[in-house]
């Protein structure tokens, strides 16, 4: 029996949630689901530019697992632009540092550490279409705000 999968730390939920290729309906397309935690190994690594050791240091893994991580997570990445499928972000074992809101109408991303900090009006625009990421993405699966260190929790889709 495999031992459970560590809980991997994410700093903010991912801004979107998937890409589609250009000019193909969804309903033709496959999808491949990227976990929260593989979409922050690539994060770290291919944005952030960061070793394996610092981010697995970051996501509190060890780094033979990090590096397990980011290997999948790049070959889902050219699956999804190889094989033309919609790619989804979803899912995992993981925990949020940051809490992070969107206004639907400008697209403004307002970043928070306490659930008492969030707004409900975009401080740009003045809409009050502001959409929460951390409970969009718990609600692929997760549940409320953490109990550790103010992380927030999720699990979902394995992918």
């Given at each position: 029996?495999?031992?459970?999968?560590?809980?991997?730390?994410?700093?903010?939920?991912?801004?979107?949630?998937?890409?589609?290729?250009?000019?193909?309906?969804?309903?033709?397309?496959?999808?491949?689901?990227?976990?929260?935690?593989?979409?922050?190994?690539?994060?770290?690594?291919?944005?952030?530019?960061?070793d394996h050791?610092?981010?697995?240091?970051?996501?509190?893994?060890?780094?033979?697992?990090?590096t397990r991580?980011?290997?999948?997570?790049?070959?889902?990445?050219?699956?999804?632009?190889?094989?033309?499928?919609?790619?989804?972000?979803?899912?995992?074992?993981?925990?949020?540092?940051?809490?992070?809101?969107?206004?639907?109408?400008?697209?403004?991303?307002?970043?928070?550490?306490?659930?008492?900090?969030?707004?409900?009006?975009?401080?740009?625009?003045?809409?009050?279409?502001?959409?929460?990421?951390?409970e969009w993405?718990?609600?692929?699966?997760?549940?409320?705000?953490?109990?550790?260190?103010?992380?927030?929790?999720?699990?979902?889709?394995?992918?």
């Amino acid at each position: 029996m495999p031992r459970p999968q560590k809980e991997r730390k994410v700093l903010e939920p991912p801004k979107i949630q998937g890409l589609k290729p250009v000019g193909v309906p969804a309903r033709f397309l496959d999808r491949i689901y990227l976990t929260v935690g593989e979409y922050e190994a690539i994060r770290l690594a291919d944005y952030d530019g960061l070793d394996h050791q610092q981010a697995a240091e970051i996501m509190g893994v060890s780094r033979p697992t990090f590096t397990r991580l980011i290997e999948k997570a790049r070959r889902k990445v050219a699956e999804s632009i190889v094989d033309v499928k919609e790619l989804v972000i979803e899912g995992g074992n993981y925990s949020f540092a940051t809490q992070l809101q969107r206004c639907m109408d400008c697209g403004e991303f307002v970043r928070f550490q306490f659930p008492k900090q969030m707004t409900t009006v975009c401080s740009t625009c003045g809409s009050s279409n502001i959409v929460h990421l951390n409970e969009w993405f718990a609600g692929r699966g997760g549940h409320g705000f953490g109990r550790r260190g103010g992380f927030r929790r999720g699990h979902g889709h394995q992918g």
